[in-house]
């Protein structure tokens, strides 16, 4: 069996290789056109929700148990 390119490179070697071969065949433009239809951008408030399940801090006396102090 005969190894190809693509059995010996990392994935950082193939996500750079794959946006060269884009940017020569699309240009800068018409690579980050192709880009942006897998970015959907995301849904909700992040900022906001982000404390909606955050825990207490534990106390002093609970940190020093979990430490067997």
Known sequence: MIATKLDVV???EIQKNGLAALKE?????GTIRFLEQFDN???GDYTAEKYLFEE???TDEEIRKMFGY
Request: hydrophobic share 20%.
């Open 10 to 12: 990392n994935n950082m």
């Open 25 to 29: 065949s699309l240009g800068v433009t």
């Open 41 to 43: 951008g995301g849904s």
């Open 56 to 58: 207490e801090e534990p």
